[in-house]
């Protein structure tokens, strides 16, 4: 793709060369159609790859949720549990509406505009600078919230959990004679090795995470690189449409990517609220 979109330019400044008046533009429009065939076909399949990747990061938290919660509660954190538990099956349900529903779609309307205002040169500088904007703001807003609101309610609940668990073993040393103080014991002993369990499940999560969005991510990165040497190309040859264009690619490309390293900080932050929960 790299050397079809170089070769391009160079052919698309060659033929500019001639006197012809028009041909210079025809050209120009000629060579930015050229590019639109080499990338349209990775930029949109790599939108299609972001929504399948949502999907599976809902299914992952749809799954790994309960399994999280129940942990917790069986290592002495019910109330963390169960506040966990509401906050990140919301955010399992949530993702797949605000990506494929508002997100996604606000991608693709950013790319038309994009296009059309390299193409066309018509003034849609402003309103796709706006979509592009909405979106960062966007995903900056929900993953600052999640992550906000998921440390502090397991930071409030894992002291009443805490609290909860001394009151208990108090009570149950008191109130058993002879062997309450081994009872509390056995069940500190056992609650430590539900700890470990713990521990060892939510790095598998983050484990699993990053094999979810890692190549998703990578081939984003590699295209985002694709699109910036083209529009350098584009630049070098004075192909003004045809470097407009991969410019609009380039911004698309990174807009998926910020929509895959927020679902994966959502992802990794719901694991790793399991590891450091409760001790």
């Known amino acids: 793709a790299l050397a079809a979109l170089l070769g391009i330019c160079v052919l698309s400044r060659l033929a500019g060369c001639f006197d012809e008046e028009g041909a210079a533009g025809i050209v120009q429009l000629i060579g930015a159609a050229a590019c639109g065939v080499v990338m349209a076909g990775p930029v949109l399949g790599i939108i299609s790859g972001c929504q399948a990747v949502a999907k599976a990061a809902a299914g992952f938290l749809t ?3 309960p399994v999280y919660a129940g942990l917790l509660a069986a290592s002495g954190n019910p109330i963390t549990g169960s506040g966990y538990s509401l906050l990140a099956m919301g955010a399992g349900g949530a993702i797949p509406v605000v990506i494929c529903g508002f997100l996604l779609p606000l991608v693709q309307v950013y790319l038309g505009v994009s296009v059309a205002t390299a193409v066309s040169g018509a003034k849609l500088n402003k309103l796709a600078g706006w979509v592009y904007s909405l979106g960062k703001w966007v995903l900056a807003m929900a993953v600052t919230l999640f992550t906000g609101i998921l440390s502090v309610q397991t930071a409030v609940n894992s002291q009443a959990d805490a609290a909860t668990a001394k009151a208990a073993k108090l009570a ?3 109130g058993v004679p002879i062997v309450g103080g081994a009872l509390g014991d056995a ?4 609650q430590n090795s539900v700890h470990m369990v713990k521990s060892g499940v939510g790095a598998f999560g983050v484990l699993a995470a990053v ?3 890692l190549p998703a991510i990578l081939e984003c990165v590699l295209w985002s690189g694709v699109c910036a040497a ?3 190309a584009g630049e070098l040859f004075d192909v003004g449409k ?5 410019n609009a690619f380039a911004g698309t490309v990174k807009m998926v990517l910020g929509i895959l390293a927020s679902l994966w900080a ?3 932050v719901s694991a790793a609220a399991v590891v450091f929960a409760g001790g």
């Open 242 to 246: 045809a470097g407009g264009l991969m």
């Open 172 to 174: 149950l040393s008191t």
């Open 230 to 232: 083209g529009q350098a």
């Open 266 to 268: 959502v992802c990794a």
């Open 211 to 213: 094999c979810i969005f």
């Open 187 to 190: 069940l500190g002993a056992i």
């Open 63 to 65: 799954a790994a949720v």
